[in-house]
């Protein structure tokens, strides 16, 4: 059973940075894609930045130059850098993780604020 665990939310200041973790428990967390949403309140969550199993990121066009997307396979986790936060960027980010033939797997998300 994989289970997801996001930590690293805050409240910062517009200009700021974060830096979430994903913390993957079960097996075989080098085979998923992992990935980054986000939803903030009254709207539809939307995709942030995806990785693949060789490392390969994508992301949201609007966020790439601020926002990337890793993962450390020895220490099972993924993590999302988040610089030069804007207020827009309040949302409640959640993580995911996808193989193949499996169903998809959400964590429980982490609450971010950006606000002066």
């Known amino acids: 059973q994989v289970q997801l665990v996001e930590s690293g939310g805050g409240l910062v200041q517009p200009g700021g940075s974060l830096r979430l973790s994903c913390a993957f428990s079960?097996?075989?967390?080098?085979?998923?894609?992992m990935g980054w949403y986000r939803q903030a309140p009254g709207k539809q969550r939307e995709m942030v930045a995806t990785?693949?199993?060789?490392?390969?990121?994508s992301y949201t066009d609007s966020l790439k130059d601020r926002f990337t997307i890793s993962r450390d396979n020895a220490k099972n986790t993924v993590y999302l850098q988040m610089n030069s936060l804007k207020p827009d960027d309040t949302a409640t980010y959640f993580c995911?993780?996808?193989?193949?033939?499996?169903?998809?797997?959400w964590g429980q998300g982490t609450q971010v604020t950006v606000s002066s």
């Open positions: 990785i693949t199993t060789g490392g390969t990121a």
């Open positions: 079960g097996s075989n967390f080098s085979r998923y894609v």
């Open positions: 995911r993780g996808d193989r193949p033939g499996r169903i998809g797997t």
